[in-house]
């Protein structure tokens, strides 16, 4: 873009708005079944896009300047606390940050010898792999059951080393949708007096409201001895506008840590509680009033109707020849493969008569649904992942559907076909030697159009990083996202 020379209208920039958002996935409707979260009433959406416009201007930076960001913040952090079994926390801007800073309070309150280290099961969120990178820990990966994917409470003691200054859970993981033993977990963490973490960010605001519904959830929160400190996204099953997460902690003291304070500069005092210091209250604004606007009955509603879907969407899937779901999901998000798939091939058809799901994805994208492709890691099998909300129920029969075509699309299609050596090919890139021009002619040189738009084939895409290690993959996606910035 180029900066006009004069300036344009306001009716003009919307339009502009509208054409650049033509290719996008719709964010309305459930057949997008990740990334958004649609309750089905558009005037909860309407009241959270109202409140957040009102608070747009507001900066969270100096809270004695705008007193309204704290009486909403103590709000918000304490309708997640009353639900969650306590604590006091912080506001921030999505889960990543609410990690972020669980494990700095974990590693500012715990000195030790060598470089702090974290347990962190291989299906917990990167999101502990980010704040390890950016905060100097080491992460110990604590495996997990190949059959349930929990993690084994026997593997997180023994990842516990003396420089251990946190050990992590999910509730529930979101690769799976399963729950961590988190009781049995926190119990040994305490035992050895090192702090646990909940990440509960996808679970926090949606397995109160399963469990009220009928599901049978495990105790997961701040309740259960041993706990320290759990995360909460509301801009997941909160359904507020994306920005808006909770991260508690069981100890005010702990909390401190997490904190931030500068006076050492000339200019204004700097105290933060996030990683972000000037921001737009917006966020706040829209969850405040997502909470508001649904109350408890609202969310129990969603809840109860995000349970239905859930269970008839697993058993759906596994009446589907050739599928099969993978562990027994307590949650409202279903992961599934190819039957017979015990993982580590390449889309999940190493015997040539299973259901290749990268190819299933695109065909499935092709017919209007978006449904996430996850790939194969430590031995857990490439899968597809659904995150079923509260407005599934209603297209759940057209998802299944819709599942099933593309299953028999993808059998009739096959596998994705690898130009030969490719692989081979992309494993030895000296990537260093590239630059993102080179390396995007390189990619359509072999079918892989990185600049386009519209409905992007991606199997191939897939099938390439699947059938690489997850140091290999990591710099590939990193030279990906620069080319398409280029
Ligand atoms: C379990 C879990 N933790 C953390 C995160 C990170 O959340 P965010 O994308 O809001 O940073 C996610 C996102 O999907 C998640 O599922």
Known sequence: MSLPDKGRSTEELLAEITRLKREDLPVRGGKVTAYVYDTGRPEVHEAAARAYFEMLEVNTLDPTAFPSVVEMEKQVVGAVADLLGGGSGIFTSGGTESIMLAVKAA????????????????????????????????????????????????????????????????????????????????????????????????????????????????PFDLSVPGVTSLSCDLHKFGYAPKGASVVLFADPAMRRRAYFASASWPGYTVINATVQSSKSAGPLGGAWATLQALGREGYLELGRTTLAAARELRAGIAKIPGLRVLGDPESALVAFGSDGDSGGDSGGDSDGDGVDVFVLSDEARRRGWFLQPQ??????????????????????????????????????????????????????????????????????????????????????????????????????????LSVIYS
């Open 107 to 218: 590693r500012d309150a715990r000195k030790t010898e060598g470089r702090p280290r974290m347990a962190v099961p291989v299906t917990a969120h990167p999101a502990f792999h980010k704040a390890a990178h950016y905060l100097g820990l080491v992460v110990d990966a604590v495996p997990v059951d190949p059959v349930t994917f929990r993690a084994s409470p026997s593997d997180v003691e023994a990842a516990i080393t003396e420089d251990t200054v946190l050990v992590v859970a999910s509730a529930p993981s979101y690769p799976q949708g399963v729950i961590d033993p988190v009781a049995r977990i926190a119990g040994i963490a305490a035992a050895r007096g090192v702090p646990c973490h909940v990440d509960a960010c996808v679970g926090g605001w949606l397995l109160p409201w399963l469990r009220e519904a009928g599901a049978d959830i495990p």
């Open 375 to 480: 790939l194969s890691y430590a031995g857990i099998p490439a899968n597809i992942h659904i995150t079923v909300t509260g407005v599934t129920l209603r297209g759940v029969e057209a998802m299944l559907e819709v599942i099933a075509e593309a299953v028999e699309a993808a059998r009739e299609r096959g596998p994705a076909k690898l130009p030969e050596g490719l692989v081979e090919l992309v494993a030895g890139l000296d990537l260093d030697a590239l630059d993102d021009a080179a390396f995007g002619e390189l990619a359509s040189a072999v079918g892989v159009d990185l600049g386009g738009s519209g409905q992007p084939e991606m199997a191939v895409v897939n099938a390439v990083l699947d059938a690489l290690p997850a140091d290999r993959r990591e710099a590939i996606l990193i030279r990906f």
